[in-house]
């Protein structure tokens, strides 16, 4: 079973956000969201195979990873639609829940993602990526992998972020982290849901992102119909930790405008 973070919402709210961290992140980096966003929801972030608290997978797959996901919230009885949030990692886990479970999606939130598969270079950047990690560990990798994931703004103006993402790399232990790498570069593409995707849905982007580029989330933004779509300026690919008040806003927004209002109205 996946280990997890529970924040109930205030008043006792009927829907539950569940989050998906980021690689090579785990719960720990949806504090911010876990505390601020439970007036509009109960807030639930799982650790993800080999991050925090949960134990590595045998064979790992984002399938599996999504498998993990449904069963955390049989586990602990949430079987009403859920809104489900990804970033980047995270994301390829949203799209495989939705793909076993589209019933249990009440609204989809996109973070620094992508649907569409690995190419064969970037497979094996992530495959020597392994290697590097079994060579010279995580201290290493985490040096060099803050970098790329911050945007340039962040780098050099807001050194409290770069310190949070260092630290929360180096919690990480290297057999999650090379488990994950497989797990991303063995993913199946998930555009092929886009068509299909009638919950409301929320795709955000960092203008400075150079992991997964903005380009990509407006193409998700033109095909999901009736999707919303935001770049938020100065930010990279840890768009959530970089500017979590304007992330934070967004997903408040869309709670209050296109889940509880809908429910309402429903009910």
Not at 11 to 32: C, G, R, Y
Not at 140 to 163: I, M
Request: hydrophobic fraction near 40%; include cysteine.
């Amino acid at each position: 079973m996946l280990a997890s973070q529970m924040t109930p919402g205030l008043n006792k709210k009927e829907v539950t956000l569940v989050l998906l961290h980021a690689f090579p992140f785990s719960s720990a980096m949806w504090d911010w969201e876990r505390a601020e966003i439970s007036q509009y929801a109960n807030v639930l972030t799982p650790d993800l195979p080999g991050f925090g608290g949960s134990v590595r997978q045998p064979m790992p797959s984002i399938t599996l990873m999504a498998e993990e996901v449904e069963n955390l919230l049989n586990h602990l009885k949430i079987y009403e639609p859920v809104v489900i949030g990804g970033i980047s990692m995270g994301g390829y886990v949203a799209f495989e829940f939705l793909r076993r479970t589209p019933e249990r999606v009440r609204g989809l939130m996109l973070f620094s993602t992508r649907s569409g598969p690995d190419t064969e270079q970037e497979r094996e950047e992530r495959l020597h990526t392994i290697e590097k990690i079994q060579q010279y560990g995580v201290e290493n990798f985490a040096e060099n992998r803050h970098k790329k994931l911050l945007g340039v703004t962040s780098l050099n103006s807001r050194p409290e972020v770069s310190e949070k993402v260092m630290n929360l790399l180096l919690t990480n232990h290297a057999g999650g982290m090379c488990d994950a790498l497989l797990a991303m570069a063995g993913r199946r593409d998930a555009s092929d849901l886009l068509t299909s995707i009638s919950c409301p849905c929320l795709i955000v982007a960092g203008e400075e992102d150079r992991v997964i580029l903005p380009l990509e989330s407006q193409v998700m933004h033109d095909t999901i119909s009736g999707s919303e779509f935001y770049t938020i300026p100065r930010t990279g690919h840890l768009v959530t930790l970089e500017r979590p008040d304007i992330c934070g806003a967004l997903m408040e927004n869309f709670l209050e405008t296109e889940i509880l209002y809908q429910m309402k109205k429903s009910a």
